[in-house]
């Protein structure tokens, strides 16, 4: 018997692959500093962590394929306070915002169609595009401009018969680069232009500095029939366990096609919606918190970069992570290195290679993705481990 194609060509997770070296390491006695992975060390909400401790029905029962209304109800007012204006009939809530980019590519796409995404992108893309049997068109960024948007002239040239939407992550990971309105006002002429679906991934909408302003697809009325946004809680709330996300258009045919989708695989988590519902009103001053202790972190490895010869890495201005590209010509064989050969103290660092962020051969082989997510001080012995090997590595 014979595996399927997509079972065959899936992509293995950059961010999760070295694990096997990883824990062979541990079991050395290695502490590894992990900045390969978005989990964020800050503490999870008390408010939702009490909706599981006091969960005392007798039957944990199945809810609506679209998601609770009472939680459905409260996002209109979540989104209102980010000038988002939409219905409850507008979200579908989602088995994490995983799920929420599946149905948002298997609505918009046959098999065989194609998505236009700038790459280097958040790599599960690929892992959703060969579930949904999409092809990812690459529109390819640099980091020697901060990952910034080319012109449109590069965009529209990757649109062909087979394109049905433009893709893209704002925040964005693996990159940090946050799209201005001006730049999405570029990205709404071209999809009305062409009649293309946009899908905006706004994970990271909470987590933008330098005063910058976080503007969502949504907010475009022209292009109500073709935007698509997906959302999750995992990083809003340090929840990554509790997978819940969200589907959200104002296209009425799209929605009711989604919602057959959301049908077939029942509902999403029950108590994880109400966890997530109980966070809704969380104060300002949360993650106001959050977003000072964030803007630390950036800077605390932005500036340790800046002291190694012959990295080029602009600072990002959103989401918590940092792609950096080494004077070195193999970043996997390093990141390998520094996990079977080097340590200091006893202690070493993962991070992720962004070769597995790319879709177009043989691009980002000398680029690594830092996620900040770890405290101040094991933060900054991490980094400076991290010089240390590098140079040695080098050497």
Same mark, same amino acid.
């Given at each position: 018997?014979?595996l399927?194609e997509?079972?065959?060509?899936?992509?293995?997770? =950059?961010i999760?692959?070295?694990m096997p070296?990883?824990?062979?390491?541990?079991?050395?006695?290695?502490?590894i500093?992990?900045?390969n992975i978005g989990?964020?060390?800050?503490?999870?909400?008390?408010?939702m962590?009490n909706v599981?401790?006091?969960?005392?029905?007798?039957?944990l029962a199945y809810?609506p394929?679209?998601?609770?209304?009472?939680y459905?109800?409260?996002?209109?007012?979540y989104y209102?306070?980010?000038?988002?204006?939409i219905?409850?009939?507008?979200?579908?809530?989602?088995?994490?915002?995983?799920?929420a980019?599946i149905f948002?590519?298997m609505?918009?796409?046959?098999?065989?169609?194609?998505?236009?995404i700038?790459?280097?992108?958040? #790599?599960?893309y690929?892992?959703?595009?060969?579930?949904a049997?999409?092809k990812?068109?690459?529109? #390819?960024?640099?980091?020697? #401009?901060?990952f910034?948007l080319p012109e449109?002239?590069?965009?529209?040239?990757?649109i062909t018969?087979? #394109?049905?939407?433009?893709?893209i992550?704002n925040?964005g990971?693996?990159?940090?680069?946050?799209?201005?309105?001006?730049?999405l006002?570029?990205i709404?002429? @071209?999809?009305?232009?062409?009649n293309?679906?946009?899908?905006?991934?706004e994970v990271?909408?909470?987590?933008?500095?330098?005063?910058l302003?976080?503007?969502?697809?949504?907010e475009?009325?022209?292009?109500?029939?073709?935007?698509i946004m997906?959302?999750?809680i995992?990083?809003?709330y340090?929840?990554c366990g509790?997978r819940?996300?969200?589907?959200?258009?104002?296209?009425?045919?799209l929605?009711?096609?989604?919602l057959?989708?959301?049908?077939?695989?029942?509902? =999403?988590?029950?108590?994880d919606?109400?966890a997530?519902?109980?966070a809704?009103?969380?104060?300002?001053e949360?993650f106001?918190?959050?977003?000072?202790?964030?803007d630390k972190?950036?800077?605390?490895?932005?500036?340790?970069?800046?002291?190694?010869?012959?990295?080029?890495? @602009?600072?990002?201005?959103g989401?918590?992570y940092?792609?950096a590209k080494?004077p070195?010509e193999?970043?996997?064989?390093?990141?390998?290195?520094m996990?079977?050969?080097?340590?200091?103290?006893?202690e070493t660092v993962?991070?992720a290679?962004?070769?597995?962020f790319?879709?177009?051969?043989?691009i980002?082989k000398?680029?690594?993705? @830092?996620a900040? @997510?770890?405290?101040e001080n094991?933060?900054r012995k991490?980094?400076s481990?991290?010089?240390?090997?590098?140079k040695?590595?080098?050497?």
């Amino acid at each position: 018997m014979k595996l399927s194609e997509r079972a065959k060509t899936i992509q293995a997770s =950059p961010i999760r692959k070295l694990m096997p070296l990883a824990n062979r390491a541990k079991e050395k006695g290695i502490k590894i500093y992990h900045l390969n992975i978005g989990q964020p060390d800050i503490e999870t909400p008390q408010e939702m962590l009490n909706v599981y401790k006091n969960y005392h029905e007798k039957v944990l029962a199945y809810g609506p394929s679209q998601g609770l209304e009472i939680y459905r109800r409260n996002l209109v007012k979540y989104y209102k306070r980010h000038n988002i204006e939409i219905g409850e009939d507008d979200i579908i809530v989602t088995t994490a915002g995983s799920e929420a980019i599946i149905f948002a590519m298997m609505v918009t796409c046959n098999t065989g169609d194609e998505i236009i995404i700038p790459e280097p992108f958040y #790599t599960n893309y690929n892992g959703f595009a060969t579930m949904a049997g999409v092809k990812i068109v690459p529109l #390819t960024t640099y980091a020697e #401009t901060g990952f910034a948007l080319p012109e449109n002239e590069k965009i529209e040239s990757l649109i062909t018969a087979k #394109t049905k939407a433009i893709m893209i992550c704002n925040p964005g990971n693996p990159t940090g680069a946050v799209y201005s309105r001006q730049d999405l006002e570029r990205i709404a002429n @071209i999809a009305e232009k062409h009649n293309l679906f946009v899908i905006s991934d706004e994970v990271y909408r909470e987590f933008v500095y330098d005063g910058l302003t976080h503007t969502s697809i949504l907010e475009f009325p022209e292009l109500e029939n073709l935007a698509i946004m997906v959302d999750s809680i995992s990083k809003r709330y340090s929840a990554c366990g509790a997978r819940i996300g969200c589907l959200i258009s104002k296209n009425r045919e799209l929605m009711n096609a989604a919602l057959k989708f959301a049908q077939a695989r029942l509902c =999403p988590p029950t108590i994880d919606q109400l966890a997530a519902n109980a966070a809704i009103d969380i104060e300002e001053e949360y993650f106001k918190k959050i977003l000072r202790e964030y803007d630390k972190r950036r800077n605390i490895v932005f500036d340790e970069l800046q002291k190694i010869e012959g990295v080029v890495c @602009i600072k990002p201005k959103g989401a918590f992570y940092i792609i950096a590209k080494l004077p070195i010509e193999d970043a996997d064989d390093f990141a390998a290195w520094m996990l079977t050969d080097f340590s200091v103290d006893n202690e070493t660092v993962m991070f992720a290679p962004a070769q597995g962020f790319y879709a177009t051969p043989d691009i980002g082989k000398n680029e690594i993705r @830092i996620a900040y @997510i770890l405290n101040e001080n094991d933060l900054r012995k991490a980094m400076s481990i991290f010089r240390e090997g590098l140079k040695k590595y080098r050497g």
